[in-house]
């Protein structure tokens, strides 16, 4: 009894360690700008006056944009992925072990080195500065291909051959059993699409340069300008812009811990 309490306490303790950076980042952000760097728990003097000052027509306009360009990368690379990672598990066709080898090998190439030829090739498509360029290369992640795959080579056959005893035809069984059944996978990859796109700087930056397609990344990095920045603006704007996130985490917490403590379908 004694041990389980200790453990309740550690792991409370440890759970405030890990919210104390947060709590600092949005107790600062109703500091004023002479007291912003000075260590306390608690602004002396709280003002919303930051807040007034970042929720601009701009600002507003980058938070759309990211979640724009974060949801639809997010749904369609979970489609596109899924069924990728589908195909390589189950059906035969030629070069299917060649195909997969080339996809995994691209995880061992830094991103950083493929920026300038995207950047060129999405230029000779003509679409850069639009949604199109911010969007469209972030489909393409070999991450998530891998996951599904792996995922699929486990699913239980059982299921597929009642479904074709049944009638069911590739696709339809695909919907209306295996990507229903695939939610333990899905919602992991989903955090970690929405959250890596949203965290996204070094792209938009390259392949857009129209302040309306500007996404709070860049936006964010933009506000820092030398010794003259705001800086408890700056405070501001990022606590407004990491408010996503955690919404979007609280909302799938329950699922989250599903998916993990799930280990095979029985």
């Not at 080898?101 to 679409?127: D, E």
């Not at 919602?187 to 709070?216: D, R, S």
């Not at 700056?234 to 403590?261: S, W, Y």
Request: proline letters at 5%; glycine letters at 4%.
């Amino acid at each position: 009894m004694k041990k389980g309490r200790v453990k309740i306490v550690l792991l409370a303790a440890f759970g405030l360690l890990l919210l104390f950076p947060i709590y600092i980042l949005f107790m600062s952000t109703f500091k004023t700008s002479s007291e912003l760097f000075v260590v306390s728990l608690w602004p002396k003097s709280p003002t919303f006056d930051n807040l007034k000052a970042v929720l601009n027509s701009e600002f507003l306009n980058s938070i759309k944009n990211s979640l724009f360009v974060s949801t639809t990368v997010t749904v369609v690379a979970m489609i596109l992925h899924s069924l990728c990672g589908y195909a390589l598990a189950r059906l035969d066709f030629p070069g299917k072990r060649w195909i997969f080898g080339t996809i995994v090998s691209t995880l061992m190439i830094p991103t950083t080195t493929i920026l300038v030829p995207l950047f060129m090739v999405c230029k000779a498509f003509g679409i850069t500065n639009s949604y199109a360029g911010l969007i469209i290369p972030a489909f393409f992640n070999a991450y998530g291909i891998f996951l599904f795959r792996q995922y699929y080579m486990d699913f239980p056959k059982e299921l597929e051959e009642a479904a074709e005893v049944e009638g069911c035809s590739k696709i339809r069984m695909f919907v209306s059993i295996v990507l229903p059944l695939s939610k333990p996978m899905i919602v992991p990859l989903t955090i970690a699409f929405f959250l890596g796109t949203w965290n996204n700087y070094l792209w938009p930056l390259i392949v857009n340069k129209k302040e309306e397609y500007q996404t709070v990344q860049v936006y964010l990095a933009n506000m820092v300008s030398g010794y003259s920045t705001p800086w408890n603006e700056v405070i501001a704007t990022a606590a407004v812009a990491a408010i996503p996130v955690f919404i979007l985490f609280l909302l799938m917490q329950k699922q989250l811990q599903d998916g993990i403590k799930v280990t095979g379908i029985k």
